[in-house]
């Protein structure tokens, strides 16, 4: 059974800019939630989805937004890239949020 | 909101030593989960547990909940076992995970 993928591993983008990072889950997992981590304030929810629909969001300004589509893939984008956006975004899918959440490996978002 | 304290912040050991990471929450919860985050980044799911106790190989944990704790335990630990280590909650049903901040151990040869 394949885990929850994470692509690209790695980016680097220039201020300003804006990026899309995409997530699939494990097959029949319904819900995809997104972490930022960074050395200073470790692991912070972004926001969760749960069959297209979003139904918690962190305390992130506008610029980061996602969608969950009908086969539960998500996406996040990041809008007007700033150098603290730097970070490791993280992907988790689950059955359904009360249950065991499985990580994918990360995309590694360096803003030059 | 919740508050998640992990106990100790950094852990020093010779393989083969046994170890016991403590993790406290502020309140109820309805999903506890420990992970293992190796150094390319990936958090690995060591044990789902909101209560009870569970063991896997060298490893095992245990979740009080009416006192708000959970206890990770390796025993006999090698040096693939260095890392950080996290405790998550959910709360309230409201979709996310609050964590930790970590313990980070290393094992020494």
């Known amino acids: 059974k394949a885990g929850v993928t994470q692509t690209p591993r790695y980016l680097i983008k220039t201020r300003g800019q804006q990026v899309t990072l995409s997530c699939s889950p494990i097959?029949?997992?319904?819900?995809v939630s997104w972490y930022q981590q960074t050395p200073g304030q470790g692991l912070q929810f972004l926001f969760e989805?749960?069959?297209?629909?979003?139904?918690n969001k962190g305390n992130f300004p506008g610029r980061f937004s996602g969608r969950q589509f009908s086969n539960s893939r998500s996406e996040m984008n990041v809008s007007t890239l700033e150098l603290g956006d730097s970070a490791l975004y993280l992907c988790a899918s689950s059955r359904n949020t009360d249950t065991e959440a499985f990580f994918g490996q990360g995309t590694r978002l360096t803003v030059v | 909101g919740i508050q998640v304290e992990q106990s100790p912040p950094d852990l020093i050991l010779q393989e083969g030593a046994n170890s016991t990471l403590r993790c406290n929450f502020s309140?109820?919860?309805?999903?506890l989960q420990w992970f293992h985050q190796n150094p390319w980044g990936q958090l690995i799911n060591l044990f789902y547990?909101?209560?009870?106790?569970k063991q896997n190989g060298r490893l095992s944990a245990t979740t009080v909940a009416t006192e708000r704790y959970s206890l990770l335990y390796i025993s006999s630990s090698q040096t693939t076992d260095s890392g950080v280590y996290f405790c998550?909650?959910?709360?309230?049903?409201?979709?996310?995970?609050?964590w930790g901040a970590g313990t980070k151990l290393i094992i020494k040869p």
């Open positions: 547990i909101p209560s009870g106790t």
């Open positions: 989805y749960f069959s297209e629909t979003q139904r």
């Open positions: 998550a909650v959910e709360a309230n049903s409201n979709y996310q995970l609050i």
């Open positions: 309140d109820s919860v309805n999903n």
């Open positions: 097959s029949g997992h319904r819900s």
